[in-house]
């Protein structure tokens, strides 16, 4: 360690420039991060939700319904269809009006249709589910979330595309600023490092020093900006609590694990700060042994 702050404080502005390139790369990856986490969670909610909600006339005999329900299932496409009749729909509305007597002695359970409540197993299947009921006889109106969910599929996929090439550029930049830093680094200890391998030292032992400080950088860098997000998060905590009063929670979905985004829980704390030091760290690796592998030529 004691070698690592002689090396950094001979070198401040290249030690300093390397510290922050690493920075700004791992603070804006984990922002993308907890954008792109925040919006798949978004969808993820979606699907859980009633995402179309068909209304029959309220003289629609209950075959006929069923034979729209059924030819959706059978299309593949739904993965749930919940039937509200008549009295289940007058339930609803009683619950949700209990505090005005007045509304409900205004309405009875003739006058509401009933309906379906039709869950997707895709959103990009919702217009088409929409167009299939509307050429249906018996349906009056067809009620779907299509501007909320054509802008989440547009937002998802802008960032995930974007993010893909921000990702790879930040990357390269990174490798390019950290490499010419200890390449620098290097010319400065040419002396030096001749005379280890006069002695007989390895390559390994001459890379060793140029490891350890990346790896040192990558860390710090990692763990600075990890406090500076979380901080950031802490402080709008109160403002999310009353934005996202109405979701009980957003859930990513990483192969066989689901991922907790929402509400704010340590796993994906955890989470979050390992895969930056992870990156921050592979980051600092490559680029110190690029610089070690061109001076040494091994």
């Given amino acids: 360690m004691r070698e690592i702050f002689t090396s950094l404080r001979r070198t401040p502005y290249q030690s300093l420039a390397a510290f922050s390139v690493l ?4 603070f804006l990856s984990l922002v993308l991060f907890i954008s792109l986490s925040f919006v798949n969670g978004f969808l993820s909610y979606l699907e859980t939700r009633p995402q ?11 075959n006929n319904i069923f034979k729209v329900r059924d030819e959706l299932a059978a299309s593949g496409k739904t993965l749930a269809i919940k039937y509200i009749n008549q009295r289940q729909a007058f339930q609803i509305y009683k619950d949700l009006n209990k505090d005005n007597p007045l509304l409900l002695e205004m309405v009875s359970a003739d006058i509401l249709p009933p309906s379906l409540e039709i869950y997707a197993k895709k959103p990009i299947y919702l217009p088409e589910i929409a167009e299939y009921l509307k050429k249906q006889g018996d349906v009056d109106e067809v009620q779907y979330q299509k501007d909320i969910v054509d802008k989440l599929l547009s937002l998802t996929n802008f960032l995930r595309k974007s993010s893909l090439v921000f990702f790879i550029y930040l990357i390269f930049m990174s490798i390019v600023v950290l490499t010419t830093s200890t390449l620098f680094k290097i010319a400065l200890k040419k002396d030096e490092i001749e005379l280890l391998r006069l002695l007989g030292a ?4 001459i890379r060793k020093p140029y490891l350890a400080e990346g790896l040192f950088l990558g860390s710090a860098a990692s763990f600075i900006s990890f406090l500076i997000v979380i901080g950031t998060f802490l402080y709008f905590n109160t403002f999310l609590k009353s934005y996202l009063a109405g979701v009980p929670a957003l859930t990513l979905d990483l192969y066989a694990t689901r991922l907790t985004v929402w509400p704010m829980n340590p796993i994906f704390f955890t989470a979050m700060f390992s895969l930056s030091l992870v990156f921050g760290c592979a980051i600092a690796i490559v680029s110190s042994y690029l610089a070690t592998n061109k001076y040494l030529k091994v």
């Fill in 202 to 205: 390895s390559n390994n032992y």
């Fill in 52 to 62: 179309v909600t068909v209304y029959f006339q309220t003289k629609t005999p209950e």
């Fill in 23 to 26: 920075f700004f790369t791992l």
